[in-house]
């Protein structure tokens, strides 16, 4: 087994992309199988209704994830703003493990906080509001009991809507608060922090309280992305190809 943890998000991957089905379906079964870890950090589904929604791609999805696990990786997921209906059976399915909003997790020694990078975005009060409703047991119940054709309706809905709010909101506002950050490593204990969302792939510099702190932002796949490889000595950009 190779000692390498990578991390991926924001893959948005939807019946209407099937060439980036394709690189998320090869980089699992000939980069990520045999390797120790993989971290996906939300939004792997571009919108997602259920677990007993089987149409293409989440059922091609499954199995390659079904194959990763059963090589012996570790597959952990964190839920995006897109995907958040992710459950329990989708876990049982594929044997992936379901991490909460923020995690800790011990990257070769160094205690790294990891989360999908949403609930960082605090300037977006409107965003805020709206996920604070959905992200709740008695919101995901209700939803989760209509019928597949209706939440398919609701997603399609979604997507327009979220596509419209994103061009009249100003760059600033989509982008993580540098206070949010600062607070939520202070209170983690960590100096290294890795997200997504944003789509503002960088690896960021910078201090909290005398400590130097790294922050590192996950591209999405847009056809140029890369994972986030670690290991014993240290990180690099890993193009998927
Ligand atoms: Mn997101």
Same mark, same amino acid.
């Given at each position: 087994?190779?000692?390498?943890?990578?991390?991926?998000?924001?893959?948005?991957?939807?019946?209407?992309?099937?060439?980036?089905? !394709?690189?998320?379906?090869?980089?699992?079964?000939?980069?990520?199988?045999?390797?120790? !870890?993989? &971290?996906?950090?939300?939004? $792997?589904? #571009?919108? &997602?209704?259920?677990?007993?929604?089987?149409?293409?791609?989440?059922?091609?999805?499954?199995?390659?994830?079904?194959?990763?696990? #059963?090589?012996?990786?570790?597959?952990?997921?964190?839920?995006?703003?897109?995907?958040?209906?992710?459950?329990?059976?989708?876990?049982?399915?594929?044997?992936?493990?379901? $991490?909460?909003?923020?995690?800790?997790?011990?990257?070769?020694?160094?205690?790294?906080?990891?989360?999908?990078?949403?609930?960082?975005?605090?300037?977006?009060?409107?965003?805020?509001?709206?996920?604070?409703?959905?992200?709740?047991?008695?919101?995901?119940?209700?939803?989760?009991?209509?019928?597949?054709?209706?939440?398919?309706? &609701?997603?399609?809905?979604? %997507?327009?809507?979220?596509?419209?709010?994103?061009?009249?909101?100003?760059?600033?506002?989509?982008?993580?608060?540098?206070?949010?950050?600062?607070?939520?490593?202070? %209170?983690?204990?960590?100096?290294?922090?890795?997200?997504?969302?944003?789509?503002?792939?960088?690896?960021?510099?910078?201090?909290?309280?005398?400590?130097?702190?790294?922050?590192?932002?996950?591209?999405?796949?847009?056809?140029?992305?890369?994972?986030?490889?670690?290991?014993?000595?240290?990180?690099?950009?890993?193009?998927?190809?």
């Amino acid at each position: 087994m190779t000692q390498e943890t990578l991390f991926v998000s924001d893959l948005h991957l939807t019946a209407t992309r099937p060439e980036a089905v !394709r690189r998320f379906l090869h980089f699992l079964d000939r980069r990520v199988r045999g390797i120790e !870890r993989l &971290y996906i950090l939300g939004d $792997l589904f #571009d919108a &997602y209704i259920g677990d007993d929604d089987d149409s293409w791609p989440s059922r091609d999805i499954k199995a390659a994830l079904r194959r990763t696990a #059963d090589s012996g990786t570790q597959v952990h997921f964190q839920h995006g703003n897109r995907d958040f209906l992710l459950g329990e059976r989708f876990c049982e399915d594929t044997g992936v493990t379901l $991490l909460g909003d923020y995690a800790v997790v011990d990257l070769y020694g160094t205690p790294t906080l990891l989360s999908h990078g949403d609930l960082l975005c605090t300037d977006d009060l409107q965003y805020q509001a709206a996920r604070a409703r959905v992200r709740v047991e008695d919101w995901k119940r209700n939803a989760l009991s209509k019928p597949l054709w209706m939440r398919r309706l &609701y997603a399609r809905g979604y %997507r327009l809507k979220s596509g419209l709010d994103k061009r009249s909101k100003t760059y600033d506002i989509m982008d993580v608060n540098p206070d949010a950050v600062t607070e939520v490593m202070r %209170r983690h204990g960590v100096s290294r922090l890795i997200h997504g969302h944003t789509h503002r792939p960088d690896v960021h510099d910078f201090e909290v309280d005398g400590r130097n702190c790294q922050r590192f932002v996950l591209p999405q796949w847009d056809g140029r992305e890369w994972a986030l490889c670690w290991g014993r000595e240290g990180f690099r950009r890993e193009k998927i190809g």
